[in-house]
């Protein structure tokens, strides 16, 4: 090898960082490094437990906060919407009408043990053209079923707030820490 072909394949290795002697380990691996923790998975519904908060209301509008605490002995993730159904005292479904806002976008919320995840919810109480315009314009419902994000399974919790018009239009932004 000449000097000039020498200094090239030199700066060859330093320009793409890999090591140029043969014995060399490998850039990059498919094998964890030992010791190395794996991310932690989505929260379960079995892992969680919900609570609903009512917030101020105004001109026909409804506010509550959800928040989803970790009530397991490991870390887990929510990431997103995951899904919501208003049910009867028998567990039955009620009209829902589910939607997303993008404030706040999705990201990943890491839960410790304890920690909770919260997702401001919107509905009205304004009955839809095809609603009745006197007394209730749907049942109230009993429950919240909260679906988390990329998971199955349901975490029910109390509702309170009484019907939901519309017929059912519940919904609201991403979970946020």
């Known amino acids: 090898m000449t000097g000039r072909s020498a200094l ?18 490998p850039a990059s691996s498919d094998e964890p490094l030992s010791g190395a923790v794996p991310p932690p998975a989505p929260c379960t519904a079995e892992q969680l437990t919900a609570t609903l908060r009512e917030e ?18 490991q870390t887990c993730t929510v990431n997103g919407f995951g899904d919501l159904r208003l049910t009867d005292d028998d567990g ?18 890491r839960l410790e043990p304890g920690q909770a995840a919260h997702r ?7 009955p839809a053209p095809d609603e009745p315009a006197t007394g209730p314009c749907q049942q109230a419902p009993a429950r919240l079923e909260v679906i ?19 017929h059912g239009w519940l919904g609201g932004g991403a979970y946020a820490s």
């Open 8 to 25: 090239a394949a030199i700066g060859l290795c330093a320009v793409t960082a890999t090591a140029c002697a043969p014995d060399a380990a």
């Open 56 to 73: 101020s209301p105004g001109a026909g509008q409804r506010y509550a906060t959800l928040t989803l605490t970790n009530d397991n002995a």
């Open 92 to 109: 039955k479904a009620l009209p829902t009408d589910s939607w997303r806002t993008p404030d706040p976008p999705p990201a990943e919320v």
């Open 120 to 126: 401001r919810l919107h509905w009205t109480v304004v």
């Open 148 to 166: 988390p994000p990329d998971r199955w399974g349901t975490v029910a919790v109390p509702w309170s707030f009484g019907p939901v018009c519309q």
